[in-house]
Every structure is written in C-alpha cells, then in structure tokens.
C-alpha cells in the first residue's frame, strides 16, 4: 500500500533562507508524486509533479523537487525563500483504485517566513 | 480561478440539520473528489466518482452520501449534522483518463461548514 510521511508539522525558515520540506513515501509500485501548496483560506495548488521522467522536477514559484528512488524520497526545496512562500504544503503520492481515492496526501507541513 | 467550482463558500448551520454542497469540475474532467480538511484529521479523503459512477470510498460517514450528474457536477449531502463535521470540504477534479493518476488534481476553493 501506497503511503506518504512528511517530517515536521512546522517549518521555520528566515526570508532568503533556503526552503527544504521532506517527503518520504512508500510504494510498492513506481510511484507518481506530487506537491501541493495551500494558502490561507484558499484550495490546495498543484506545485510540481513526478511522474518518472526527469528526476529533478521544477515547479512553480521557484521550487524543485528530487525523486531519490533509493531514499524513497522526494524533498521539495527553493533556494531562498520570500514572505510570500508562507503556506502549508502537501506531498502526495499516486495510487490506483482502492479506497483511498488516486492521491493519499501527507500530513502537511506549514512553512513560515520570518522578516 | 483553478476551474473547479464549489458553492456556497461558507456555510453555517445548526445541529441535526442536512446540507448540500455542490461541485463542478473543471472543464473535461471526468473524476470528481471530496475530502474533508480539518484541524485534527488533516485532509481525508472521502469520496471518488468517475462519469457518474462511484469509483473508490474513503472514510466517509453513513450520515454522508454524494452523487455525480449527467453533466459530471457533484453534490455532497451531510446529514444529522454535528459539532465534529465542522471542516473545510474541498472537492478536486481530475482528467483521470483509463485510470491514469498523473494528471493530479484540480481543487476548488472548498466549502467552510461551520456546525453551531
């Protein structure tokens, strides 16, 4: 069965520090995986995605991740973070039919900024 | 504007009584979602429906249920309301195209119900 650990409930970082939110997940098949980022009061946003092509991903607003299979990693960094990046961000990897829908979400990790 | 609509945004009511939230997906979205975020639980998910069909259930109560229209728009009905099913209900779409789950999901800006 397919399921995602995020370390850290919270992140705090300095502004133009670098940003670095961990995500391990566990698959018994190759996996699809995903970062999504919620501001407040808003929907989740669809960051970046792996789907087992290049395995350094960039998204939007300056983030990457790495799919590092041999670490059943897939940490989501941005080298220097802005006020703006304060959010609460979700790993998710991809599943197919069972109960728990296509994408099993991790806990999240709330990212603060400090000025 | 991601393309997934829910109505109404916020939403409050009393105990006992049953609402309906409404869905509509993103323009050529088959597969619909719900889930439930709160602080205590995170972010569940509910329920899948695919063209219509119910395709995968999560941890959804009896006192929940959901559909999908011919027009691919969803409701979720809540009902026997109580405190604990205060939360933000989210409802994401995706293409979903013969099972293929790299597409990810489209969210909407979800629904706050407030249970007083």
């Known amino acids: 069965a397919q399921s995602v650990t995020q370390l850290g409930s919270h992140v705090s970082v300095s502004e133009g520090a670098l940003v670095l939110l961990r995500c391990n997940y566990s698959?018994?098949?190759?996996?699809?995986l995903f970062w999504y980022v919620q501001y407040p009061n808003q929907g989740l946003q669809l960051l970046l995605k792996?789907?087992?092509?290049?395995?350094l991903v960039k998204g939007i607003n300056g983030f990457e991740a790495e799919f590092k299979k041999s670490e059943t990693s897939f940490h989501l960094t941005k080298p220097s973070a802005h006020m703006s990046d304060a959010a609460e961000y979700f790993c998710?990897?991809?599943?197919?039919?069972?109960?728990?829908?296509?994408?099993?979400f991790g806990k999240g990790t709330k990212l603060s900024v400090k000025p | 504007d991601s393309g997934v609509t829910q109505t109404p945004k916020h939403l409050i009511t009393a105990t006992g009584q049953r609402v309906t939230l409404r869905c509509s997906p993103r323009?050529?979205?088959?597969?619909v979602y719900w889930y439930q975020q709160s602080l205590d639980q995170g972010l569940q998910f509910l329920i899948q429906?695919?063209?219509?069909?119910?395709?995968a259930k999560g941890n959804i109560l009896e006192r929940f249920s959901a559909q999908q229209f011919p027009d691919l728009h969803s409701e979720l009905n809540l009902s026997s309301l109580e405190l604990g099913d205060s939360a933000l209900y989210f409802c994401?779409?995706?293409?979903?195209?013969?099972?293929?789950?790299?597409?990810?999901?489209?969210f909407g800006s979800g629904t706050r119900l407030t249970v007083v």
């Open positions: 998710a990897v991809s599943v197919q039919g069972g109960s728990q829908g296509n994408l099993i």
């Open positions: 429906y695919y063209n219509g069909e119910e395709r």
């Open positions: 698959s018994s098949v190759p996996p699809y």
């Open positions: 323009s050529g979205d088959l597969s």
């Open positions: 994401a779409s995706s293409v979903d195209m013969g099972g293929d789950s790299s597409y990810g999901y489209t």
């Open positions: 792996y789907t087992s092509a290049a395995t």
